[in-house]
């Protein structure tokens, strides 16, 4: 199969649809033949250490992408935005149903092209002219957007708070600097070792999250010091908001929460018979997570009242370790959290470098020429070259804007752009059935799945559009002041800066904020 989506992208490729199964079977490898990134058939279709990830690897995978810090923090903010307990849940449930049905989506994308690069190779697939655009677009996201800063930022602030030291601004981004150079090393210098920290630390979050939701049915059995653990979830519903921005709001955060269920996507040139993996892993790592969230929500709202979480300013994992088992227990969570981030790190590098790797295979102008972006230097099993991309955009982003608005700006910025990588991945599904029905698809999603996610990410793409009802969104303090000239007819634009973080209420908030100056 490599061999024929190899054909497809290559400039000398020749080879029509009609003919796609004589070729594969002739296990031909097109002698002489060059990819737009200057490399041959079996340097474009390498994997470093080869198929080398299992079934429970590549289920670890997706945990360990999906489970990072936003478990611990974002159900306080989710609460905050909707208004109920109730409401809070159904969103979870809601996050998990809208990621199940796009994980079924990618699993039939991913099991017709079995190769590295997931939505890359997707977008690829479908959108063919202009030639290469959907390739620049992709990766103008991929590069430029792909960092893991946040992680590293969550780890350093997170170490300190456990050492009880309070830091300047550059000790915590020389810590964040040092976690992003350490990972870089792992992975391209010693792979095995990469692989194998990453599933240890995937195993200790879930283990951290296990302890969690036991420890919330030992409080909701009443067994505890904890006054009344079912205050909750009586009229759970009472104070839901009713604006639609809210909802949207709410939702990019907890598809945020979920976000890395096509982790294995990424890289499929390293996965042992990546078609049944891929079709076992998906889901048994979606419900996993899944399960662990929702359990752990459940578990955080039965140690604290709703009014005690508004008043605490601490995040309601904090809360639940501090009512459950005292104050010290705060600085233990700190651990909890600064080692859940390092994880969520080495995981996401691990991916990123491989769709790094495919994208200098597909030909992206690159300093230095594509083959050595593409390769896997210097030891021949890891692409250091794919790391090293992934790494300049997140010392950048470490260093450059203010710590105090750094994590909310990454937050704000990432899940956006994703969304309209999403919406063209799914409508790209409806069209590849239309024009090509007779592809081979060893999986294939129940069209109204795809339909709903496909409802649901125009949705997401529509409503932050819509005017909140506090005039402002979820981050007061940033506000955009647009001006309309009545001389040039034009609007300037002026924001202003808050430790809430500025993309936010520019995503959700300039148009309502132009419609309200207007009016």
Known sequence: MCSVIWSRFRKTGNIRDGDEASFEHSGGKPPGDVGPGGLSFEENTTGGLGRHLSVMSCTLLIVGRVIGTGIFSTPSSILDGVGSVGASLMLWVLGFVLSFCGLFIWLEFGTMYPRSGGEKVYLEAVYRKPKFLATVVFAANAILLGFTANGCI????????????????????GIALGVIFFVTILHGLTPRTGVLVMNVLTIFKIVILVFVVITGWVVLSGKTHIADPHINFRNAFAGSSHSSNDYATATFKVLNAYYGWSNVNYVLNNVRNPVRTLKIAGPLGLCICAALYLLANIAYFSAASKAEIDASGVTVAALFFKNVFGSAAERALSVFVALSALGNVITVTFAASRVNQELAKEGIPLPFGNKFWASNWPTG????????????????????????????FILDIEEYPQQIINFFIAVGLFWLRWKKPHIHRPFKVWWPLAAFYLAAVVFLLVAPFLRPENGVGDTPLYHITCTPSSESGSCSLACSIGPDGVSCCLKYSSMSSYRERRN
């Open 154 to 173: 969550v780890f350093a602030s997170n170490i300190l708070v456990s050492a009880g030291k309070v830091a300047d601004v550059w000790t915590e981004r």
């Open 381 to 408: 099993k890891s692409p250091l070259p794919g790391l090293i991309i992934h790494l300049i955009p997140s010392v950048i982003v470490i260093i450059a804007p203010p710590m105090n608005v750094t994590y909310p």
